[in-house]
């Protein structure tokens, strides 16, 4: 504890420029759940696996840790290029001392605004440059990601709400049979979930279901 300290207190030039290499791996470590969260395909897979799941009417199975964890594997397979690219961009050669904290950002954030970029819809990105009066940009290292954030995530939200409306048809489906079978037998007091469950939990097994739902994933990076 002392040692680390009297890293701090340290006005060595070596000792300084430890420090505040120290301090930007805090600040960064701090924020990255919102960085995972806002500037990776992390929000589309959560909310189209959390609509398999509603869809199914299984209340909590898989389990939220599940869905969770499944969804941050699929994040950092698909952003495997996009980090890579940024690890050897900024984040070596700021630790190697080639280039300097304002460099390492900006090298950092062009991998990320192109990622991002390609999956904003143009429409909530003029939303947010509007809004903040800013002036349009020429290139894609121009977008501020003050506004190019934003509009990222709420252009994935659409695109997962899309793709859930496309899981809800087919069990909507089978509950809608259901129901209508029930009525014929008069048995209307007969919660139709309760039947459906079981016929939806065997079609999503019967069309290898997890497969085709994260196949759907993969091919919309």
Known sequence: MNEFIQLFNDSSPDQVATSVKLLLLLTVLSLAPSILILMTCFTRIVIVL???RSALATQQ???TQVLIGLALFLTFFIMGPVFHEVNNEALKPLLNDEIGLEEAYEKASI???EFMSEHTRQKDLQLF????????PKTIEDIPLTSLVPAFALSEIKTAFQMGFMIFIPFLVIDMVVASVLMSMGMMMLPP???????KILLFV???GWYLVIQSLLQSF
């Open 50 to 52: 959390s609509f398999v």
């Open 111 to 113: 991998p990320m605004k």
């Open 206 to 208: 019967l069309v290898d």
């Open 193 to 199: 979930v309760m039947i459906s469950l079981p016929f």
């Open 129 to 136: 440059l509007d809004y903040a009066q800013a002036e349009q």
């Open 61 to 63: 199975m898989p389990p």
